[in-house]
């Protein structure tokens, strides 16, 4: 599986952004999906999951309530919108894909990554 994500930027505190994996392989519809996220001088953190039949999902609680993960398996895409930004959401944002249907939390049980798209949120 590839992953290839987009959809980060600058933008203000409040504001919404929609990031997007498109994913290739033919297993994307078995994996369970991840985003995931580090700031500088910090370990990469978890942020959503969510299953391969996308009825479980998983959140950080620092995203509960402003963040949503989704997938659409006809297009090979998961999507993580994000609402009500705050400064402290800034980071690299990664999609990562499981060999397994699972909505992990844990970065170990996840076995492909994206490259990583910018996310700034300014105060």
């Known amino acids: 599986v590839q992953l290839q994500a987009s959809g980060g930027g600058l933008v203000k505190a409040g504001d919404s952004l929609r990031l997007s994996c498109a994913a290739s392989?033919?297993?994307?519809?078995?994996?369970?999906m991840g985003w995931f996220r580090q700031a500088p001088g910090n370990e990469r953190e978890f942020v959503a999951a969510?299953?391969?039949?996308?009825?479980?999902?998983n959140y950080a609680d620092a995203v509960k309530g402003r963040f949503t993960i989704s997938r659409d398996n006809a297009k090979n895409m998961v999507y993580l919108q994000m609402n009500s930004l705050k400064p402290e959401d800034t980071a690299v944002y990664y999609c990562?894909?499981?060999?397994?249907?699972?909505?992990?939390?844990?970065?170990?049980?996840?076995?492909?990554w994206g490259q990583g798209t910018q996310v700034t949120v300014s105060s």
């Open positions: 969510i299953s391969s039949s996308g009825r479980s999902t």
């Open positions: 392989g033919r297993t994307f519809s078995n994996s369970g």
């Open positions: 990562a894909a499981s060999k397994f249907p699972y909505s992990y939390t844990d970065y170990a049980q996840y076995n492909y």
